[in-house]
Each structure stands twice: as structure tokens, then as C-alpha cells.
């Protein structure tokens, strides 16, 4: 698994358009890249970006991006 090769590991939690989303990022043997082990929207697991990044606050920014782009897809929010 990859988060053995992780200098550190925390925990995240976030509210995008409504969703609201959790995951696991990881920073990288390097010091210097960013990547997540596990993701979560609404309560539901999904793929994690296969992506590294180049800081914390862009790996933040990318998973709320992600987050918010589950919530539209799945048309959650939506009235009828």
C-alpha cells in the first residue's frame, strides 16, 4: 500500500457545494509531494486521485474539487 512509503498521515474533513467529503493525505517520502490513500463523499467511498501534489493546499483544493464534482454527478441536492 502506498501510505507506507508516507513521511505523514492525516485525517481531512471539508464541505464543497454541499458535499461533504473526508480523506486520508499522505506526504511523500520525498517531503515534498502530497497524495490521499482514501477518500470519502457523502459517506461513500470513491477512487482517489492517482495524482500527486505539489503541496498540501493543492491536494486540499483537488479533493474538494473532486467532492464537489460526486455531489453534481450524482445529482444530490437536486429539488424536484
Known sequence: MRSANALTQETIFGIADGATYSGMLCM?????????TQAQVDGHAIAVPGED???????????AQIAGTCRAASGAGERA
Open 53 to 63: 501534489f505539489e503541496s498540501r493546499e493543492a491536494a486540499l483544493k483537488g479533493l
Open 28 to 36: 511523500g517520502e520525498d517531503g515534498r509531494r502530497y497524495f490521499f
